[in-house]
């Protein structure tokens, strides 16, 4: 059977979330779609694993932090042979194997999350161990959302990761600008965010999350980083836009807890994703597509209250000049003046 491209991989688990989440009246699907690349490339090129094999010593491991967007690991496991697709429709289902954040129960999740703050901890101490026994043979990565690096959690993380010089961790970041009920800088200001990765000693990637060639590269030259600068750990900051391939979800707060209803907000995401529907994919659930949805996407502004992210209480972030390179200087001018 032909290996899946991580583009192909990356569609379904879009298709597949879509549907898990409409049938289930599961959340975050604006988080699911916004990580779907990044999951995608790493089970599709990155990885080693054996699906007929879960607990195989040799594997890479993967820690989801962000476990509320666990469907995205479910629909990638499930293309990959760990269990049959058919089981996703119970996805959040009474006694299901899916729960709504990921779960350990399932072959191929080597770790429960969805407490935010708590996974890079876990993929640190993976780390750390394999270290310890000198054990080579397996990665530890790590998915983090933005929002949960509010948590001085994951910053104890990362300064043991890099105290103890822990290059066989990849850390990666769906910066998709978006927490809960509001954005990242409205909520609890984390910028520069790259700087103060590089403050705590680890070697920075900043990258366009929702591009597979920029994932990949990164990837590569992360083990390139690891293995020959300092021996650090590698972060990958994915600047990804939540609700990423389907226009009337990206970069709306109200999709972190809403899912499709039936009706227009299903056909519609359905309708959308067939437009970018790679060759050699066969979608499971709708074979040939919503051939007639009930609104067509072009008709959707302005008939439906929920288009146009929610106002919040929170007050505009202040206009801030950070100390990225080329601006310090321009900072100690206005200082002066």
């Not at 876990?122 to 990565?141: L, Q, S």
């Amino acid at each position: 059977m032909k290996k899946m491209t991580s583009e192909q991989l990356a569609w379904l688990i879009r298709r597949h979330s879509v549907e898990m989440t409409h049938l289930s009246g599961g959340s975050h699907i604006g988080s699911i779609l916004s990580v779907a690349d990044i999951v995608a490339v790493l089970y599709a090129d990155v990885m080693k694993y054996k699906a007929h094999e879960p607990q195989w010593k040799e594997r890479d491991r993967l820690i989801l932090s962000k476990g509320h967007a666990g469907a995205a690991i479910y629909a990638a496991l499930s293309e990959e042979g760990f269990f049959p697709v058919e089981e996703l429709k119970t996805h959040y289902a009474n006694g299901s194997r899916l729960s709504g954040h990921v779960s350990h129960h399932l072959p191929g999740v080597d770790f429960s999350t969805g407490s935010l703050g708590h996974g890079l901890s876990a993929a640190v101490g993976m780390a750390y161990a394999a270290k310890k026994d000198r054990i080579t043979d397996h990665r530890v990565f790590a998915v983090l959302g933005d929002g949960e690096c509010d948590e001085g959690s994951v910053w104890e993380a990362v300064l043991f990761a890099n105290h103890y010089r822990l290059n066989n961790l990849i850390a990666i970041v769906d910066h998709n600008r978006m927490q809960s009920l509001d954005f990242n800088e409205n909520t609890l200001e984390i910028e520069d965010f790259g700087l103060k990765w590089r403050a705590f000693g680890w070697n920075v990637i900043e990258i366009n999350g929702n591009s597979h060639k920029e994932l990949k590269s990164a990837f590569g030259a992360a083990d390139k980083l690891s293995s020959e600068v300092l021996h650090k750990p590698t972060v990958i900051i994915a600047d990804t836009i939540k609700g990423y391939g389907i226009k009337f979800m990206e970069n709306n707060i109200l999709w972190h807890y809403r899912f499709p209803h039936e009706g227009w907000e299903y056909d519609g995401a359905v309708y959308e994703l067939y437009q970018s529907k790679p060759e050699g994919v066969r979608d499971p659930y709708t074979p040939d597509g919503i051939q007639r949805p009930e609104l067509h996407l072009e008709e959707l502004e302005g008939k439906w209250a929920f288009t146009e992210t929610w106002n919040t209480t929170y007050p505009e972030p202040m206009r801030r000049v950070y100390a990225k390179p080329g601006t310090l200087e321009a900072v100690h001018r206005i200082l002066e003046e």
